[in-house]
């Protein structure tokens, strides 16, 4: 059967889609197998159009790309000659189980480098996805469909946020591609879409909780697939060749400055100067807010950052659910993001805070949790790095400085190589503490076996960065005299009998362990610290890391209880 301006024979059908019909034909003249596409767009200006954009990608003569032969016309319809892939195209390398990550990130570096030249070029291809990226005889992939894309922006499952109806979409914009190549990476390393057969509100929500069921991949590879998928252009790559290099590094750089820092600083002080409204007794008056406005919104973040701040992960998250819930616009990254951190979902935690640091570069707080996700991780360059930057911009913060050192610590594997100015940056009870751990004879922990160093050393959060001297009081059973005495030290050190390092000395032998637990101790912020136990219990409740005192609390370790009192209330 001979078709097509009596040129080429038809072999079969090879697919259809939006754009037309595709048909493998055999050139009568050198019997050379082309793929011919039969576009169903009608109007000779997007005609011309599109035949103008493949000649214009013809001609970069990129190995990546199908080659296009020529065009003709037959009844008014436009065909495309094309250069024939036998090799199949990536969706079928989804179902297939043969595929690995190495290969997966392979083709992912060649295709943001084919791209990246293209769109240096002014070319966006605006439909990147596994059916439009195929592969030849010989195994050599290749982006197909340039200028053929959906006129409207794309395949759903793979178009970016922005150009459903958050904001106006700009066509030439690379980072539509960037997101494109970054669901398709998603899909090669889940088998699956998570935004396939979704709704553009329903993709929107999933962004916005940013769950894409990813936790199972590598840190690294979950950081470049969050970067490359940000809902917001400006929080992506900004052109493929920072994508290809975040896969060759197996990371994502650290991009903050001091520069944005300051000039945040001062919008911050700004801000100060218009608010009128203070909280007291926090839980309190949110419990009356509540009560009166239970739908919110402001309220319902309110009482998320307390709960947070008080460490009941769950609670919190169920109040910025329920604000998410009523506008899925409120900015709620870093509450997210330190909730994933909390839940140990760090490479979202990563992301939301990125996210949240860029919009709000003078959130000093923000920065020291991104610390910590780096810290937890075992990133402890990055977290010096980050560290470093941020003691140099505010040296009044003591957090920064303790940070510092125990990343250093955990990066040279306690060996003593840290500088004087971090060892002599304040007066810092958290970098005596952590001073004596890694000074330790390694009776009470070793470098990588159980309890490990890390496990006995101190993170320093953002809130101890001020320290008011308080007393905390061992009770009898009665609960009316002073069974141990009062202690008025930052740091409290609790463990088992005969060890000297501990203030406290609890008997029971192996059911205490050596470094059991401490109190940081802080007027009106009084915290629990559970040091990898063999079991810290706080009024029945086992503490796995953390929790404030706040007011009389039973504690126990191993066969023995006391009761403790604080001064004050803490958070009220």
């Known amino acids: 059967m001979v078709l097509f301006d009596n040129r080429y024979q038809y072999v079969k059908d090879l697919g259809e889609g939006g754009f037309g019909k595709v048909f493998l034909a055999k050139e009568a003249v050198s019997n050379r197998l082309v793929a011919i596409k039969q576009l169903a767009i009608k109007d000779k200006q997007e005609q011309e159009d599109i035949i103008h954009e493949i000649e214009i990608v013809s001609k970069f003569e990129n190995p990546n790309i199908v080659t296009y032969y020529h065009h003709f016309w037959q009844d008014e319809l436009l065909f495309l000659v094309m250069e024939y892939c036998s090799g199949g195209n990536l969706r079928s390398k989804i179902k297939s189980a043969n595929t690995s990550s190495s290969d997966i ?74 997101y494109a190549l970054g669901v398709t990476l998603m899909e090669l390393l889940l088998k699956k879409n998570p935004f396939s057969s979704l709704a553009k509100e329903q993709i929107i929500e999933l962004h916005q909780k940013a769950d894409f069921q990813i936790n199972e991949l590598p840190n690294w590879q979950q950081d470049v697939i969050l970067k490359a ?34 000039a945040a600083q001062l919008v911050e002080h700004a801000e100060k100067a218009l608010k009128t409204k203070k909280w007291i007794n926090a839980a309190k008056y949110l419990e009356l807010a509540d ?98 930057m941020l003691m140099e911009n505010n040296d009044k913060l003591l957090c920064f400085a303790n940070n510092y050192f125990i990343s250093s610590a955990m990066h040279n594997l306690g060996k003593m190589v840290f500088s004087n100015t971090v060892l002599k940056a304040a007066d810092n009870p958290f970098i005596d503490y952590n001073y004596s751990i890694v000074l330790d004879d390694r009776e009470t922990h070793d470098l990588d076996k159980t309890p490990t160093m890390k496990s006995k050393l101190l993170f320093m959060d953002f809130h101890f960065n001020s320290f008011v001297k308080n007393t905390v009081t061992f009770l009898d059973s009665d609960n009316k005299k002073a069974a141990l005495g009062s202690f008025d030290k930052t ?82």
């Open 105 to 178: 990130f392979s083709w992912a570096q060649i295709l943001a480098k084919c791209l990246g030249g293209i769109h240096e070029k002014g070319i966006i291809h605006h439909d990147i996805k596994p059916d439009n990226i195929l592969f030849s005889e010989s195994g050599t992939l290749k982006i197909s469909d340039f200028g053929l894309a959906n006129r409207e922006g794309g395949t759903r499952a793979y178009m970016s946020p922005e150009s459903f109806d958050w904001d106006t979409i700009t066509k030439n914009d690379p980072r539509f591609d960037i």
């Open 291 to 388: 009560s009166k406005y239970p739908n919110n919104v402001t309220v319902l973040h309110a009482f998320g950052k307390y709960y947070l701040q008080m460490q009941e992960i769950t609670k919190a998250q169920l109040y910025f659910e329920k604000a998410l819930s009523l506008n899925p616009r409120l900015d709620l990254q870093k509450d997210l993001g330190w909730i994933n951190l909390e839940n140990k979902n760090y490479p979202i935690a990563i992301s939301l805070l990125s996210d949240h640091l860029h919009r709000h570069s003078a959130d000093f707080e923000a920065y020291n949790l991104l610390l910590r996700c780096y810290y937890e991780t075992n990133r402890y360059e990055p977290a010096m790095e980050l560290a470093k």
């Open 229 to 262: 998928i940000n809902k917001v252009p400006e929080l992506r790559f900004q052109n493929m060749t920072e994508f290809e290099e975040a896969i060759k590094a197996k990371t994502i750089p650290v991009i903050f400055n001091k520069d944005t820092i300051k």
């Open 491 to 572: 740091i409290i050190k609790i463990g088992r009998e005969g060890y000297d390092v501990n203030d406290i000395q609890v008997p029971g032998g192996t059911s205490v362990s050596r470094r059991h637990c401490l109190i940081v101790n802080s007027k009106d912020d009084v915290w629990l610290y559970d040091l990898a136990s063999v079991g810290t219990y706080l009024n029945k409740d086992r503490i796995r890391t953390k929790t404030p005192l706040i007011g009389q609390n039973k504690l126990t370790i191993g066969n023995v209880g006391y009761s403790i009192t604080t001064d004050k209330s803490k958070l009220l």
